[in-house]
């Protein structure tokens, strides 16, 4: 169920929205970033590594949203990490009363059923001033910003030219922008685009969080339409984006998440004063 994309990085890409799970080989054993979403999948991804021989050494959440956040039993016991901001996210998010109940409501019922609520989110906040995951293999590079997600990382394995980019820079999903945590989404989007831009010399293989593996043309244009798609939000022109278009994979939600998007920002500019 493994594809490797470069030396040494595999990913699975699962039946639910196109999520991909990240395998990185290191000395003694694995990094997975993101593991995935549906048990049987993790179940199985865990059978894989163990005919491997391939113990999981680490995990990392690229973001606190619920299909980020996920584990399995069968992957062991290794510290999780995410970013220090990602880390507290979840934590206030997990200390409320009734959060399980919360965060299900956005997770279609069969996957809900399949999930380890208690493995849920124990994600170690790394500090900010940390630049890469402490682990025994190829140099994990936190690229850490501010769109899409309270603490949202990229991470980039520079000796295997791969970026796995999170929920950014994807060819099915646009842009989903953080509508609730930042005073300025609009540029702590652009700010995000412009630092993955900054890393993109280095890229031979993007891994999005959701969608194709790209090769490093794929970098560019992949920023420059996730660019084009948010300067048109800002300026509340048509996107002329191929992923809202009437055949794309995205066609039944996706509009929908552009016309929230839109609302939102005409109501925050109303709010502020500024001119929309
Ligand atoms: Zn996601």
């Not at 003694?28 to 113990?55: K, T």
């Not at 399949?114 to 500090?127: A, E, Y």
């Not at 999170?166 to 922008?177: C, E, K, N, Y």
Request: hydrophobic letters at 45%; a negative charge; glycine letters at 10%.
């Amino acid at each position: 169920m493994l594809r490797q994309v470069a030396e040494g990085v595999l990913t699975h890409e699962s039946e639910f929205c196109q999520s991909n799970a990240v395998v990185v080989h290191g000395r003694a054993g694995v990094l997975i970033i993101d593991p995935g979403v549906q048990g049987h999948e993790m179940a199985a991804l865990a059978n894989d590594l163990r005919e491997l021989g391939r113990p999981v050494v680490a995990g990392f959440s690229t973001h606190p949203h619920w299909d980020h956040l996920l584990w399995h039993t069968g992957l062991g016991a290794a510290p999780r990490y995410g970013t220090a901001r990602c880390a507290a996210a979840v934590r206030d998010e997990l200390s409320a009363a009734g959060w399980q109940a919360r965060i299900a409501e956005w997770i279609p019922p069969e996957i809900a059923e399949q999930i380890s609520w208690d493995l849920f989110g124990l994600i170690t906040g790394l500090p900010a001033e940390m630049a890469q995951i402490p682990w025994d293999g190829p140099h994990a590079r936190i690229v850490e910003h501010q769109a899409h997600a309270p603490g949202h990382a990229a991470l980039l394995i520079e000796e295997r030219g791969v970026l796995v980019a999170g929920d950014m820079l994807s060819d099915v999903l646009i842009p989903m922008l953080d509508l609730d945590d930042t005073a300025d989404p609009i540029e702590d989007y652009l700010a995000a685009l412009r630092l993955l831009e900054g890393v993109a010399g280095d890229v031979d293989v993007l891994v999005p969080g959701h969608g194709s593996v790209g090769g490093a043309d794929q970098v560019r244009a992949r920023i420059d339409q996730d660019r084009a798609y948010v300067h048109a939000l800002r300026d509340a022109g048509v996107p002329g984006d191929p992923r809202l278009g009437p055949s794309a994979y995205g066609k039944d939600f996706l509009p929908g998440v552009h016309a929230r998007q839109l609302q939102q920002l005409a109501q925050r500019s109303e709010r502020d004063g500024t001119p929309g």
